[in-house]
């Protein structure tokens, strides 16, 4: 996927790297911090790969040129943070239930309303649980590094096209501005014939085509929801997870991005003093790795989950190992920036060590 | 093979360049590093400071609280982040802004370089960072002095070519100051 030159890039920069290897071709942006990288990067960019780049009126406009480049078939994707992912929502929900395919970035940053520009978690719920009004899905990607931020941007685009659906790249301050040595490659040619059955082209030969959420006929809203659910539940298969050190774990720390990296540090300390500590680090929020958990529950392992919100994921744990194991759980609140330290305590407490 | 460092200076003093710059050797190298800048709502004649973890293993948080090397380029820096360098840690302290009876000596290996003078009497203040850097590969060992200074080119700007040699030199004599 990414064979060609390393660059030292940050996360922010990776993910539009990612976007235009992906043959991305539209960009809408509005700025907030921590992101702003990604629509700067784009605004050169998009025009050189032959593309469009517009700094929109508003978050809210921005995701609504999303869908109608979606609309037309068009590899396109938009960014923002916390604030300004609300603000996306209903169109979100419009191209879910429309059943359109493009990319939805969030560098997330301490909540709730404006919160800060720092680090946070606190939109793991937003992501995975459908942030706007009805029965829908986004797939939910959680980069920890800046390669994954690179190849799961391309990925992203990849599946969008795959489900006809949104995809949510979920990161967060200090993936958006650290940086790490990543390779890149060259853009894919993306097939003509991509989404050649239902993209809006004109109508010139052929019957006209109606992309819409509205569906007033008798039953036939109850038929679309069926589809829809049917669809969510066949991306059951692209679920992805990093396991480290969890084969002999008394106890495995759930943790899924940044925070996933730091942990990992604290679980390295502690093993080398002999604990038998491991991680396991969802990389898709949805779909969810709970076979898995139930994997590792079955092993009789005990869990501790770690997150930077006051308990989000928990839940989906929680849901995961229902009535085979409990969660404990720490929360370490946005506002502050996590280090290893912080960690190392709660974990030691849940190893009764 | 590990190392990590905050540097920490008033923003200005090109502590994010240097933090690119010791980045860059790494990479160049082939190890592992990671960069992260404190940013955003930082005020003018405030502290900036960047953290630079280098490793030949996968690295894990790119936030280290308390680190085996510090670069203090002023006086708030230094009162920041002293405290939480790990016993036996390296420490680069600017005695040109800092008083040296301010730094801790006996539970870390401190070593006092006279950035500002060192840079002056090269005839350019702003080689400043150069020198702090210099003097940190030197104590730290953390690659060789030539290594950095190969990688000059990947944080100065085409337009700034021409002042490479000069960079390079400071990055010596920074070296040297630690050599003692």
Redesign the interface.
């Known amino acids: 996927m990414s064979t060609g030159k ?1 660059l ?1 890039i940050k996360g922010n920069e990776a993910v539009a790297y990612g976007a235009l290897a992906a043959g991305c071709k539209c960009f809408f942006g509005y700025p907030i ?2 992101q702003n990288d990604i629509p700067e990067f784009m605004s050169k960019a998009m025009p050189k790969a032959g593309g469009q780049f517009v700094q929109a009126e508003s978050e809210v406009a921005a995701a609504n040129m999303l869908l109608g480049a979606a609309a037309c078939g068009v590899r396109a994707m938009t960014s923002s943070s916390s604030p300004g992912v609300s603000l996306k929502q209903e169109a979100i929900s419009y191209m879910a239930g429309s059943e359109l395919p493009g990319v939805i970035v969030n560098m997330n940053r301490g909540g709730p309303g404006l919160g800060d ?2 680090p946070s978690q606190g939109d793991y719920f937003q992501s995975v649980k459908g942030g706007g009004h009805g029965d829908y899905r986004t797939l939910v990607l959680a980069p920890g590094n800046c390669q994954e931020a690179y190849d799961l941007t391309m990925l992203a685009f990849d599946l969008a096209y795959k489900y006809t659906n949104p995809v949510l790249i979920l990161g967060d301050a ?1 993936l958006g ?5 990543v390779s890149v490659g060259e853009p894919i040619a993306v097939d003509e014939a991509e989404g050649g059955d239902w993209k809006l082209t004109g109508a010139k030969g052929r019957p006209y085509r109606i992309l819409k959420s509205l569906h007033l006929e008798e039953g036939s809203l109850a038929e679309h929801n069926l589809k829809l659910a049917a669809k969510y539940e066949s991306m059951r298969g692209e679920v992805r997870f990093e396991s480290f050190e969890t084969k002999d774990a008394e106890l495995v720390v759930v943790a899924y991005g940044s925070i996933g ?8 300390k502690l093993r080398q003093e002999g604990l038998k500590v491991g991680l396991f680090r969802p990389i898709t929020l949805y779909p969810y790795p709970s076979a898995a958990l139930v994997e590792l529950a079955q092993e009789g392992k005990r869990f501790l989950t770690v997150e930077h919100n006051m308990g989000q994921m928990i839940e989906d744990v929680r849901l995961s190992l229902c009535g085979l194991a409990d969660s404990a759980f720490f929360g370490f609140p946005p506002g502050n ?6 960690f190392e305590q709660p974990v030691r407490q849940a190893l009764g060590r | 093979m590990y190392q990590d460092v905050i540097i920490a200076g008033f923003g200005g003093q090109g502590v994010l360049l240097i933090g ?1 710059l010791l ?2 050797a790494a ?1 160049d190298q082939g190890l ?6 404190v ?3 930082e005020m003018r004649g405030g502290t900036a400071n960047c953290t630079v973890v280098i490793s030949d293993e ?9 680190p085996i090397g510090l670069i203090a380029m002023n006086r708030p820096s230094l009162d920041k982040f002293q405290a939480r360098l790990k016993d036996g840690g390296v420490m680069i302290v600017n005695s040109s802004l800092i008083d040296p009876g301010l730094a801790e000596k006996t539970r870390i290996k401190t070593f006092m370089v006279p950035m500002n003078q060192i840079a002056d009497s090269m005839g350019n203040p702003r080689l400043v960072n150069m020198v702090a850097i210099g003097a940190f590969i030197q104590a730290s060992g953390a690659m060789p002095v030539e290594t950095v200074v190969k990688s000059l080119g ?1 944080v100065i700007s085409p337009h700034y070519k021409h002042m490479i040699p000069q960079n390079a030199e400071a990055i010596e004599a920074g070296a040297k100051a630690a050599r003692g």
């Open positions: 390393k030292f911090t921590p520009i720092g200090i501005q650290m940086k790490e040595p990296r730091i942990v990992k540090t604290v679980v390295r920036m996590p280090t290893p330290e912080d | 690119n980045a860059y990479m592992n590093v990671t960069y992260i800048p940013y955003g709502a996968e690295i894990g948080s790119p936030i280290i609280h308390r990947q």
